[in-house]
């Protein structure tokens, strides 16, 4: 029989229980078990994000603690409630280059599936919102679905942290308990997109927009990434981002670094335009969600104008977003923090899970493409669970 030693990051994600809050993101492994203090649905009402996290901090401080870390998500309304907790015990790692890929073996099957809005509702909805953006009243807005899965029986979270954590290692992994008023609930996801990273007086920021699903085929997967490289639709679309984050960024900066052209990146079932945005704060002592508060919502996964974006996604969206398209991170009391965008997420319910995804729409948006691309997106948490689903027949994406 051979011993192997786990390295410090699989040992705290073997250490993950369903009612804990762990972020497993590039720069470090954050695991939270219990709630030492939190900010109650009554306590955040009318608070703004910034004034939320202060005042946890602020009780955290009342009750004696040194260092408190604030694990949270907020969600995509402003004025909705989110999750705020500092854990009473907080384990952190370094990531290392590898992680346990013997995948779960812990199957579910799936006993009814539901897209809300269908497909078909859904590129309908997105042929309204061209039709309006031709008409000059806007120039983009993000149309989001969700998959409603009722599973046979309750998802076993600590097994699908593995899954999640093996095929996303790079990007921003998260398992938070999201409980309210008696319903156990889980919210997790494999976010490739970081809204804000503060540390010290060093900001970066990494919006992406503009993309297409993976190729089975190596040949055409390689293809596609160039086409999205020179495609004028998708490089507008990602410059409108790119502009608005700038914007927000601008205030809090003395300077800023940003690439001429976008990279393009990929998750294994997306390739997506990405700009890694670096500024340098005027002020170190900018608490990281302040930031994040005046990038929130970019128009990565709202829309340009944003107040126009937003009135569409309301009438067209057939469901409230919550947690989906909000941040998900952390935040010390020195301000440091990170914060990714809350997308290739679920939400799990007992023996229910909703999976979300969304799709920028500009004005050459063609309704059947951007219902695949949240399709594909679609595929990201599909795979963690194990579920077999392909809403068309004949889809080459994988
Ligand atoms: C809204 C989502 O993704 C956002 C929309 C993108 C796009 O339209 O190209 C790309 C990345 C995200 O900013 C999602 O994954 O659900």
Not at 7 to 21: A, G, K, R
Not at 201 to 223: C, F, M, T, W, Y
């Amino acid at each position: 029989m051979s011993v192997e030693t786990l390295n410090e990051e699989q040992q705290l994600i073997n250490q993950y229980h369903s009612n804990d809050y762990l972020l497993s993101f590039p720069s470090k492994n954050i695991l939270g078990k219990g709630k030492a203090v939190e900010l109650t649905e009554e306590e955040q009402r009318g608070l703004s994000f910034r004034k939320r996290i202060e005042s946890l901090l602020h009780k955290g401080t009342l009750n004696g603690m040194e260092n408190p870390i604030v694990i949270g998500a907020l969600p995509f309304h402003q004025q909705d409630k989110g999750t705020l907790v500092i854990p009473e015990e907080i384990q952190q790692s370094e990531v290392y280059q590898n992680v346990d890929n013997s995948l779960s073996s812990d199957t579910i099957s799936s006993t009814h599936i539901q897209s809300i809005p269908s497909g078909k509702e859904y590129a309908k909805a997105v042929e309204k919102i061209t039709k309006e953006i031709k008409e000059g009243k806007l120039e983009k807005a993000v149309l989001g679905r969700v998959l409603q899965i009722d599973v046979d029986k309750q998802p076993d979270i600590s097994h699908l942290i593995q899954n999640l954590i093996t095929h996303n290692h790079d990007k921003y992994n998260f398992a938070l308990n999201t409980s309210e008023e008696g319903k156990e609930k889980t919210l997790i996801g494999a976010s490739p997109e970081l809204l804000i990273s503060k540390k010290g007086s060093i900001v970066v920021s990494n919006p992406l927009a503009g993309s297409r699903p993976r190729q089975k085929d190596p040949e055409k997967d390689v293809l596609i990434a160039q086409e999205l490289r020179h495609s004028e639709k998708d490089l507008h679309e990602h410059q409108l981002v790119v502009q608005s984050v700038l914007n927000a960024l601008r205030p809090f900066c003395k300077k800023l670094h940003v690439p001429e052209e976008p990279s393009v990146i990929h998750t294994e079932t997306m390739w997506h335009l990405s700009t890694e945005i670096i500024g340098h704060l005027e002020d170190p002592y900018t608490q990281s969600i302040e930031i994040a508060e005046n990038l929130h919502p970019t128009p990565a996964i709202c829309g340009t104008p944003n107040d126009i974006a937003l009135e569409n996604i309301r009438q067209l969206e057939p469901f409230n977003r919550d947690y989906f398209t909000g941040l998900i991170g952390w935040s010390d009391k020195n301000g440091d923090g990170e914060w990714a965008i809350t997308i290739r997420c679920a939400e799990i319910e007992e023996n229910m899970i909703r999976m979300f995804a969304g799709a920028g729409i500009v004005k050459d948006s063609v309704p059947e493409e951007e219902k695949n691309e949240t399709a594909a997106k679609l595929q990201t948490m599909l795979r963690v669970f194990g579920i077999d689903f392909y809403e068309e027949e004949g889809n080459e994406s994988c």
